[in-house]
């Protein structure tokens, strides 16, 4: 348990992201992060908290109104570069918060999903992932957490704490133009400073290429090997499947367990 942890749920931030319609390339808002605006909301009006909803991105980016319609009253935008550290800029902004929801992951072509790990790992807090039903009561988050094959369990996070909401979430996000026009999109001073030197450039940006997206990612995947009635099984079972856990050994010793296994199945060429 944190040793800072809050008694009571006073405010929440939502980090938001803008997508692209993977048909017609037009800007739009993130399903994923329009989940967690919907629990956030939901959160905030249960235990009157404050609210706040940011983006660390260009304040002119055509998707953000849309969040507005989906029930944000406000969204404040971080002026970021695309060679800026988003996550520190984000993680400087969300310090006094209670709570921090995300989106599992942007809807861009090769997006990490790593957001939601660094901005915890920024800030200190307590992490979870694939939230699809959350609550908070005596300081403590209680979330549902998404497992394959219909699986849930339940886990808790003493607050301040991190909850990256799965795309699967109990939130059905409405859409209200009305709402639209009474918001407002704002560039934040924070967004300014987030020039300086205390919110530096990610180190790894000069290797970074952007671009339009050609195709979708092939997924590396061994052949399957086993018969009709063992797949079946293996659809409606959570009975494990093979394969190694290596928790020892350095990060080289690792990497050649994963080789040998891409090798043996024939998943790369070398």
Request: charged share 20%.
């Amino acid at each position: 348990m944190n040793s800072h942890a809050k008694a009571k749920l006073q405010r929440i931030a939502v980090l938001v992201s803008t997508g692209r319609h993977p048909v017609s390339g037009a800007p739009r808002y993130s399903r994923n992060d329009a989940a967690a605006l919907e629990l956030g909301r939901r959160l905030a009006q249960r235990h009157n908290a404050q609210l706040d909803v940011i983006h660390a991105g260009d304040p002119a980016d055509p998707a953000l109104p849309e969040y507005l319609a989906l029930g944000a009253q406000q969204v404040e935008v971080l002026s970021c570069t695309a060679a800026t550290d988003a996550a520190q800029a984000l993680a400087t902004r969300v310090r006094e918060h209670d709570l921090v929801l995300t989106g599992t992951r942007a809807e861009g072509a090769h997006d990490s999903g790593m957001l939601p790990y660094r901005v915890a790992a920024l800030l200190g807090y307590a992490l979870v992932g694939a939230a699809v039903d959350l609550e908070v009561e005596a300081g403590q988050a209680r979330v549902r957490q998404f497992l394959p094959k219909g699986l849930r369990r339940r886990v808790e996070a003493a607050l301040p704490a991190v909850v990256a909401v799965h795309p699967l979430a109990e939130a059905r996000p409405a859409y209200a133009y009305a709402r639209l026009r009474a918001g407002t999109v704002r560039a934040s001073a924070l967004g300014v400073a987030a020039r300086v030197p205390a919110v530096e450039a990610a180190p790894e940006a000069a290797a970074w290429q952007s671009g339009p997206v050609e195709r979708k990612p092939l997924k590396l995947a061994a052949a399957e090997r086993r018969s009709g009635h063992a797949r079946m099984l293996g659809a409606t079972t959570t009975e494990s499947r093979g394969g190694n856990v290596v928790n020892a050994g350095t990060s080289v010793e690792k990497a050649q367990v994963i080789l040998a296994y891409l090798r043996e199945h024939q998943l790369i060429d070398d």
